[in-house]
């Protein structure tokens, strides 16, 4: 699986848009993107997935450039509970989920 | 919704002592991954289990095995435990790809 660079630190005010960036820049095409994040001790949460096009569910949007070199995390109104580890995953079907490094994001009030 | 869970949510063991952990996935996931998250570590994978059989291996000691039940359940088990061992044992399940991972609330395992 591809791997991935991801700012090892950001902070973020509470209530505002946070953009967390990934690069991926030897990314496969049948590989996708995943994103997942870890509160303090808890288990990680899976947030969303794309493989080309943009996405959104009720936690966050994925917006994927169209060379699929590098993609952003978009959480729409940070809240404190987001405060935590968040994990860019490029990974074919079938290949397991490989966690490295991660973007410590903290949301300030 | 069911979530995956986990027994013990603790466990204080011994040196050189035996351990066992227990997952039971969500209902009707086919898959069931095992993961260790040493203190300021990312999880690491450890093994993972699709319709009972082993699928993939990764950086699991010989001292540990593991196995999914008919039931679908798994176990992790761990023996001549030593202190570096200890560590937060996740467990993760999932359908057949590309489907996301649900992971278990974790069993913190301290060696003394």
């Known amino acids: 699986d591809a791997k991935t660079t991801q700012p090892p630190s950001m902070d973020c005010a509470e209530g505002r848009a946070a953009n967390l960036p990934c690069n991926h820049s030897t990314i496969s095409g049948n590989e996708y993107v995943y994103w997942y994040r870890q509160i303090h001790s808890q288990g990680p949460q899976y947030i969303i997935h794309?493989?080309?096009n943009n996405e959104t569910n009720e936690m966050a949007s994925l917006i994927i450039t169209e060379d699929r070199k590098s993609s952003t995390l978009i959480l729409p109104h940070a809240t404190l509970r987001d405060t935590a580890v968040y994990y860019c995953i490029v990974k074919a079907a079938g290949n397991k989920l490989t966690f490295g490094g991660g973007t410590r994001v903290l949301v300030k009030p | 919704a069911a979530g995956v869970i986990q027994s013990p949510r603790h466990l204080i063991k011994e040196k050189r002592e035996t351990a066992t952990l227990k997952c039971y996935p969500i209902p009707r996931h086919d898959t069931v991954y095992w993961y260790q998250q040493g203190p300021g570590q990312d999880p690491q994978f450890l093994i993972s289990?699709?319709?009972?059989?082993?699928?993939d291996k990764g950086s699991i000691p010989d001292r540990f095995s593991a196995q999914q039940f008919s039931d679908y359940h798994s176990e992790l088990n761990m023996s001549s435990l030593e202190l570096g061992d200890s560590a937060l044992y996740f467990c993760?399940?999932?359908?057949?790809?590309?489907?996301?991972?649900?992971f278990g609330s974790g069993t913190r395992l301290t060696v003394v």
């Open positions: 794309g493989l080309k």
């Open positions: 289990f699709y319709e009972k059989m082993q699928s």
């Open positions: 993760a399940s999932s359908l057949q790809e590309n489907y996301g991972y649900t």
